[in-house]
């Protein structure tokens, strides 16, 4: 029998786990679990520079690599500094670990130093939160913790730990629990065979039909299953935000993703559609636009590992609770040997779909002229190409955010990390970081905004102490893009707060941690500049990019229409 | 429409929270709540009535199966059910209010539990409409004080919620 105190419990658990990073910062209260970390040299621990980094580097992580992140924090400050990035992963449902310090059992309820009811304040943004009250349950609801956060519908899961819960005088027996057992928890594991077959006929008649999915297809790797059921039926696809990636774009089946910035293709696709089959995807109001307008010809096909997600916003005719690799994969073997009933009305929606996309063709945006400053489009065109569309790209959040999106191509699943629910400004660096570190032979891009860089650039100083070499690209244009267009367009241009005075010189902020940094004015000067920041894949290289701060994402959905109405330029709407 | 959802859950601190900021985070309504542990002391039954349509119920019973606390769910309105309430009434019994009340509680087949010379205080059980009209019966002689513990019920016949 070995006798181990909680603190000890706890680095032996993740070791035992497989957990390889965990991303914190040290305090009062987690003092004894660090002790326990310094002892050990399996786990590796980062140390970030704000507790928000380290949920976001361990999301980064977790979106990349499909297993769950792992975060640890002190009391007080230190988790309610992780708090923006708990409610990040929650929206994007991304398996996620917190262990939180708490101050001792004795002094909770009394506003002790660096108390914080963390439970309290973080139960709407997790899947569930646990409290330790003795340090002999610390293996068996670590466990439960990690099979939560990772099974199911993902997301992240709060662990308070007093501080006597780690105390290194007192000892309990530790076993590595195999399974978690939790009665009132049960995924399901497949979908209902009556309803898949009820699907896969509507799917077989459909005259226009479209595929819409979401992350749940990219959590739930069921990638390759989409790709192949997609092949086979020969129908249009498009993806959210959170699911790009998952079928290639660069098949000609692919018709990019939808909604408010979504391709012009994509949204009078769905406006069009005879069926919508949605796999997890949910419906949000970035995607649909205004509900009482949304598809009015369509019956809804919807998969989804949630029930609650089902009928929450658009009712669905068909609805299918179940994981999507499962649903897919019995719908895939329904269609052996079935032919599609009407494939003449198919090849008519087809033609309508290539007119749709022969409209917008060379109008997407202007492009800059000779020495003149870059478009932003035409930036992240260029980094497509310097990484063969193989880079794994993270966003902050705003117009580059758009941008990326629209024109960074991405063929596999998990290598486009955003904050789509949540739009969190500062999760696009540490989350390169995170994946970075745990993906060092691959190339990690962060497109950024000088708005959204400067709410983490603190991790600077991460990337210094723990290496990488992540390229960040900062679109800048010395404003809020996307709070600016809004202003633009709504408010006649007045641009309250949205221009960003007194910028620091980045090439002198960046030296000053010891990085490179290259600055770029006008497009003669961007491929060259791209090759230097590729050129090594190891170094941190920051390349900061002048922009046009009047150019606007177009598409965008008009508010209050239908998915179909759309502003296409300055001047063009549907 | 209103309906009656009884939940049985684990008996753990913080469950209860979790249903209730359920209700305010999503924007449910609770009319009423009440609270238990069961004979099974590991779980608590928690009765709550609430108002929505259709489309809301659906999304109060499948995020309340999501929390990871709630072992099992009924919506008791769904079948034929038994509602009760229970609520002790302190009410003024002055000179010939003193009759009027007694009177009044004995139509209701309410109890008077307690006596002082200006008062009684009244047990009344029954569904919420019967409460509310024993109070509007009661409002004119002059209501002290009014403590309700909120609707519980039961599903007629064989059914049974238990694990």
Known sequence: ??????????????????????????????????????????????????????????????????????????????????????????????????????????????????????????????????????????????????????????????????????????????????????????????????????????????????????????????????????????????TTLMGIGAFPQSDDQSLGWLGMHGSYESNMAMHHADLIIAIGARFDDRVTNNISKFCPTAKIVHVDIDPSSISKTVRADVPIVGPAASVINEMISLLQGREIVSSEALAEWWQSIDGWREERRGKLYEPSAAGEVLKPQEVIEAVCRATHGQAYVTTDVGQHQMFAAQYYKFDKPNRFVTSGGLGTMGFGFPAAMGIKQNFPDEQVVCFTGEGSFQMMMQELSTCKQFGGGVKIINLNNASLGMVRQWQDLNYKSRHAHSYMESLPDFQKLIEAYGFTALKVQTREELESALEKTFADNDELVFLDVAVDPHEHVYPMQVPLGAMRDMLLSKTERT | MRHIISILMENEPGALSRVVGLFSQRNFNIETLNVAPTEDETLSRLTVTTVGDDRVIEQITKHLNKLIDVVKLVDLTEGSHIERELMLVKVKALGAARDEVKRTVDIFRAQIVDVTPSQYTVQITGDAGKLDAFLEAMSPVGLLEVARTGVSGIARGDKVLSL
């Open chain 1, 1 to 238: 029998m070995e006798l181990l105190s909680g603190a000890d419990m706890i680095a032996r658990f993740l070791q035992d786990e497989g957990v390889e990073y965990i991303y914190g910062y040290p305090g009062g209260a987690a003092l004894h679990i660090y002790d326990a970390l310094f002892r050990q040299d399996k786990v590796k621990h980062i140390l970030v520079r704000h507790e928000q980094a380290a949920t976001h580097a361990a999301d980064g992580y977790a979106r990349a690599s499909g297993k769950p992140g792992t975060v640890l924090v002190t009391s007080g400050p230190g988790a309610t500094n992780a708090v923006t990035g708990i409610a990040t992963a929650y929206m994007d449902s991304i398996p996620m670990v917190v262990l939180c310090g708490q101050v001792m059992s004795h002094l909770i309820g009394e506003d002790a130093f660096q108390e914080t009811d963390i439970v309290g304040v973080t139960r709407p943004i997790v899947k569930h939160s646990f409290s330790i009250r003795h340090p002999s349950e610390i293996p068996e609801v670590l466990k439960k913790a990690y099979y939560l956060a990772s099974t199911g519908r993902p997301g992240p899961v709060v662990v308070d730990i007093p501080k006597d819960m780690t105390a290194p005088t007192e000892r309990y027996e530790y076993i590595y629990p195999k399974k978690a057992k939790l009665r009132s928890y049960n995924p399901v594991t497949r979908g209902h065979t009556g309803q898949i077959k009820k699907a896969v006929e509507m799917m077989l008649k459909a005259r226009r039909p479209v595929f819409y999915t979401g992350g749940g297809v990219v959590t739930g790797e069921a990638s390759d299953g989409l790709t192949d059921l997609v092949k086979r039926l020969g129908f249009p696809i498009t």
